[in-house]
């Protein structure tokens, strides 16, 4: 099963996957967007790896 990371270091806060997937990524209060879960049955996780400004997410 595919996990959902996000670079904590590279990650700019963007907020963009949260808005793409509200029901994977989260911008949380430490600024930088966590995985919540690793699957979604609405949205292409793949795009939104590519749509990263900061390529910060990686599905592995
Ligand atoms: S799109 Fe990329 S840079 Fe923007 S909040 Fe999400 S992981 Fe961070």
Redesign the pocket.
Known sequence: MAKVT?DASV????????QLCPEV?E?QADG??HSKVDTCNTHNISEIVEQ???S??KVE
């Open positions: 996000i990650c700019v806060g963007c907020g963009l996957c949260e990524f911008v930088v967007a990263c400004p900061v910060a997410i």
